[in-house]
């Protein structure tokens, strides 16, 4: 497979670079994460998403543990390339380790706190035999 593609990409000093999953149906962000190269060149390989996890220092093959699997249909490179978007087919509906369709769950209300503005769908506990890092 010709990689020259993979050099048009700004990498951070870590060789990492974030990427956003993005819903491929309703256009939702449904999380954040980073790839090396190696995850991304696997990604598009396997037409899934794969990503590099920081907490565990190894590739992750997104529903690896969850069986919310990622597939891939396009990744799109920003006008500075140093930031990326998965566009993907979320398989369960759940993207989040918490049990949420994104992680993204979170907003600043008017008196500014953050308050939860996503239902759970499914316990983590239910999702996981252990707890997750990523």
Request: with cysteine.
């Amino acid at each position: 497979m010709q990689t020259r593609w993979l050099d048009a990409i700004n990498w951070d000093a870590n060789g990492l670079v974030p990427v956003i999953a993005q819903d491929w149906h309703n256009k939702n962000i449904l999380m954040q994460a980073f790839v090396t190269r190696e995850a991304l060149q696997l990604a598009v390989q396997e037409q899934r998403a794969i990503y590099w996890s920081r907490s565990r220092q190894k590739l992750w093959r997104k529903g690896e543990e969850s069986g919310h699997v990622q597939i891939l249909h396009e990744v799109l490179l920003d006008c500075d390339g140093d930031s990326l978007i998965y566009v993907v087919e979320q398989l369960g509906g759940i993207a989040c380790h918490t049990g949420r369709a994104s992680c993204y769950f979170n907003r600043l209300g008017p008196d500014m706190e953050w308050q939860v503005d996503g239902k759970v769908l499914k316990e983590p506990g239910q999702i996981y035999t252990a707890a997750p890092k990523d």
